[in-house]
């Protein structure tokens, strides 16, 4: 069976409410693959969590807000994020809590790693 079958198939097992997330989370696979980057700010930008956000729009979120960070070392982290999202039921808001760590973490990385470049 070929991979978009499969991916269809896939889809259409899936409820009404994960559907609707696997179609989020190709939409945002898809805007990262045309991604065009302007300069970066150093400091993390001022976006508030909305209420009732879903991990997809978080993941999104959380690139606009880091957007200093290289999307590709977060690429594995917030997949696995979705990953337990979509897969093990694991509730959005607990999702969310741990990607915003996961930025927080990468951040703080990035700001260290620039300050020992500055200091060299």
Known sequence: MGDSKRLVSIFRNLSQGRQQALLEYAEFLAEKEGAVSPPLPSEPLPIPR???ESVVKAIQRLMQT???LERNRLFHEASAQMT???IHGVTAG???DEL???FARHYQQHAASRNE???A
């Open 84 to 86: 337990r999202h979509l």
């Open 50 to 52: 909305p209420a009732g």
């Open 117 to 119: 470049d500055q200091q």
């Open 66 to 68: 880091y957007p200093m």
């Open 100 to 102: 915003e760590r996961i």
């Open 94 to 96: 607990e999702v969310i």
